[in-house]
């Protein structure tokens, strides 16, 4: 028997999971809670395809985490922007932004289980102990101030924002764990 599986198998699968985890997230709640369900279906898609038995519960532990990080971000204002026409490209813009802190990080997180046999735990710790702040750091600077030219949701009506702070909390535990 052939143990061996067709590489489209790695982006068919967790593309799978990660929908139908987001249609149970719709339907069951939003934000962190409910973001919860997709990171934890892609990282046991994951467990299952790349044979990780043994270390399935924290592959789907950190694929909950990570990706219920993003869950933070607000987006429903984002996506107004999106359907006004003059401020159709700040939104598309917006949108493209937050999604792409909101998947780097969670597959930073995720990444870090897939290859956690490698890392010391000590390593591991350091890693999250900089991304933790470096997110704090970006969140605090950047996402807390609606008077910004990077926040990119509606400063009359100010929501919390986390993306810049996922993505340079992402930015910097792969940048300590590369240099």
Known sequence: MNNTCHKSI????PAVAMSLGWALRGTIGGGQMGALIPGAMVALSLAVILKKQKSAAFLVL???AGIAMGGQMTYGQ???FVIKEETFWKGFFACFTKGAAW???????????????????????????VMVAATVVGWHFIDKNSTNIFYLSDPEKPRNEIWFGL???AISLLAYHYI
Do not use: D
Request: hydrophobic letters at 55%.
């Open 10 to 13: 790695f982006i068919f699968f």
């Open 62 to 64: 950190c694929g909950a």
């Open 78 to 80: 984002t996506l107004g």
């Open 103 to 129: 998947g780097l990080s969670g597959s930073a997180i995720i990444g870090i289980a897939l290859i956690q046999e490698r890392l010391s735990k000590k390593l591991i710790s350091q890693m999250v102990l």
């Open 167 to 169: 993505l340079l909390g």
